[in-house]
């Protein structure tokens, strides 16, 4: 793999958090310049001044070949974009950038409130004409960061030609994309995982033990195949990297921050209430906290089972306790395990 032969950054990363910072650190490992938008303009200052983010991404020195701009502007022009502003304010930061003519790489995970639009939706919108991609899969931030190895699924909108121009801008040695063409699904798992990060928290937050985080991480799995092939995602992008793999990664450690949360909320036993608390003392993202009502709704709309998600979702608006939403789940009647197309009526 050889860099492209270009002159100035060729890679803009849209969004300055613990993931964009990991995303332009791990891209700038061989020299090759980034530039990268963050909203914070004493993130823009440390990061030129001092190479680090102590806000979002402590502990790390950047490389000198990132560089940081409070100006959105400054990236339009750039070949590839990669987007990592949390879900919520893709739409708006996109429509602001106006990119123009790039490839456009979707990082975030989420499902839009108010729209239920997935991420890959949401730009098509703010960015009639652009060539979308998602960037999808288990990464926690720092590890990426450290240069650790890991493994993506990036699904392209434009098919091979489209991965053919993406996969040497964004490989590296300890960073490794799969090919998909699976747009819908690789946005689908990585928003549904942190809904159910946020279950598999709870169940460590009160203690109950290996046996029952790993039965949420199964019937979890199986609420976002039910959702993923109603929403039209194949089965095996969802059984891979943007899946099943960051389910599991993210419902293994408390280096999440969804998992945190639930471990937070669950320490609640049998009060309810108390989310709006804890999300409030939050610096950090804990997107599944915002996609959980949007699931909820989607499940209720379109008539598929996903008890987890919905349970997740009353949890967080105060109407069940952490103790009530586990017995909720265990009083379910008792079902077959599989047959997807039964599953999905409930
Ligand atoms: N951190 C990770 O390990 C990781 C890994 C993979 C994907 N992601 C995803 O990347 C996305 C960004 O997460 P993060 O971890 O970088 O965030 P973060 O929690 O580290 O930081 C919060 C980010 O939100 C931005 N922000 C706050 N208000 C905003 C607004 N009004 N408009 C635009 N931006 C605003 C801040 O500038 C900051 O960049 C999320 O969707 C997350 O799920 C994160
Ligand atoms: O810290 P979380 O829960 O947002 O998870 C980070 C990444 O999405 C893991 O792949």
Redesign the pocket.
């Known amino acids: 793999m050889s860099a492209p032969l270009a002159f100035g950054p060729q890679v803009g990363v849209v969004g300055g958090g613990a993931?964009g910072t990991a995303l332009a650190q791990m891209l700038a490992s061989d020299g090759r310049e980034v530039l990268l938008w963050a909203r914070e303009a004493d993130v823009v200052a440390a990061i030129n001044r001092e190479h680090r983010n102590p806000q979002f991404l402590p502990g790390t020195s950047l490389h000198p070949s990132i560089r940081a701009t409070e100006s959105l502007a400054d990236l339009a022009a750039l070949p590839v974009l990669l987007m990592v502003t949390p879900a919520q304010h893709l739409g708006s930061v996109l429509g602001a950038l106006a990119p123009q003519g790039s490839d456009i790489v979707l990082c975030a995970?989420g499902i839009e409130q108010g729209t239920g639009r997935l991420m890959s939706e949401v730009a098509a919108a703010a960015a009639p004409g652009a060539a979308l991609a998602v960037l999808s899969?288990?990464?926690?931030?720092h590890e990426v960061a450290d240069g650790l190895p890991t493994a993506v699924t990036l699904a392209c909108a434009g098919g091979a030609a489209q991965w053919a121009r993406l996969a040497p801008v964004i490989a590296r040695p300890a960073f490794r994309p799969y090919y998909s063409a699976d747009v819908i699904g690789a946005s689908i798992g990585?928003a549904v995982?942190?809904v159910l990060?946020i279950a598999c928290g709870v169940v460590e937050g009160l203690a109950l033990g290996a046996n029952a985080r790993a039965a949420l991480i199964s019937r979890g799995f199986a609420e976002m195949q039910r959702l993923g092939l109603v929403m039209g995602a194949e089965a095996e992008t969802l059984a891979g990297l943007s899946g099943l793999g960051?389910l599991v990664?993210?419902c293994s450690s408390p280096?999440?921050?969804?998992?945190?949360l639930g471990m937070a909320l669950g320490a609640n036993g049998d009060h309810t209430g108390g989310a709006a608390a804890l999300l409030a003392e939050r610096s950090t993202?804990?997107?599944?906290a915002f996609t959980a009502p949007v699931l909820a709704s989607l499940a209720t709309q379109r008539g598929i089972a996903m008890p987890i998600a919905q349970g997740v979702a009353a949890l967080l608006d105060g109407t069940l306790s952490p103790r009530a939403l586990v017995a909720q789940l265990l009083a379910r009647p008792l079902r077959p395990e599989a047959a997807l197309p039964e599953a999905m009526l409930g």
Do not use: I, Q, Y
Request: charged share 25%; hydrophobic share 40%.
């Open positions: 993931w995970k899969g288990p990464t926690f931030a990585g995982k942190n990060a960051d990664l993210t280096d999440s921050r969804n998992f945190a993202v804990a997107e599944g």
